[in-house]
């Protein structure tokens, strides 16, 4: 069962901020970020495990609120790089060997 | 950045026709995936590796079957392709479960006509 983002698509100016969210419905080991430019294969950004433990990259944060299974990346102070279309992705607990992806956000950020 | 290769690149082919995709990595990780990406969907997991020859199904392995004889190649087949498998198939791997990111090949377009 893959997990619930959102919101599906957003439109940003350069410098302002965003948030996506990712819900599961199973308890989790682990919540991963990825970024993905148009035609090219999705990039890893952080990884956030068990313990509520908030990552940063660059000027891209991300918390993991374990006992709700949610996780938010934040960016701040967007750049037209920072476009594409984020996945989370989830490890559940006894839920195998596997990532499962969420449908992904867009973001386009414009001048 | 991690050394995965996906062959072929682009492949068009007809409905019927058997069809191999391969994934080759450098870093002898352990972990191997195939993934499948249609608009609206995301990625979808197809068919995963865990070792050589041990492999096990994702949320759509209908229609595909894989194999692991060797811990670097981790191939996927259509046995007989229709139009629904058109999409782009990504392989990925990783060293570890969970806390490991996973590292992505460029992609295969596939087209069934």
């Known amino acids: 069962q893959q997990p619930v983002q959102s919101p599906q698509a957003v439109i940003l100016r350069e410098g302002e901020d965003a948030v996506i969210n990712c819900s599961s419905s199973?308890?989790?080991?682990?919540v991963h970020w990825y970024r993905q430019k148009h035609g090219e294969a999705p990039v890893f950004l952080m990884i956030l495990l068990k313990g509520g433990e908030q990552k940063g990259h660059e000027k891209i944060s991300a918390s993991f609120n374990e006992k709700k299974q949610q996780s938010s990346l934040y960016l701040t102070a967007s750049q037209l790089s920072y476009s594409g279309t984020y996945f989370c992705g989830t490890w559940a607990t006894g839920g195998g060997n596997k990532l499962t992806f969420g449908t992904g956000t867009q973001l386009k950020v414009e001048l | 950045d991690a050394g995965i290769t996906q062959s072929p690149r682009h492949k068009v082919t007809e409905t019927g026709t058997p069809v191999t995709l391969r994934c080759h990595q450098t870093e002898n990780h352990r972990y191997m995936y195939w993934y499948r990406q249609d608009p609206g969907h995301g990625l979808r997991l197809i068919h995963y590796s865990y070792g050589v020859k041990d492999t096990d199904k994702g949320e759509v392995s209908d229609g595909y079957s894989v194999s692991r004889s060797k811990t670097e190649d981790f191939l996927l087949t259509l046995e007989s392709a229709t139009s629904s498998q058109t999409s782009v198939y990504f392989c990925?791997?990783?060293?570890?479960?969970?806390?490991?990111?996973?590292?992505f090949g460029n992609g295969t377009r596939l087209t069934v006509t």
């Open positions: 199973k308890a989790l080991y682990s």
């Open positions: 990925a791997i990783t060293r570890s479960l969970y806390n490991s990111p996973l590292h």
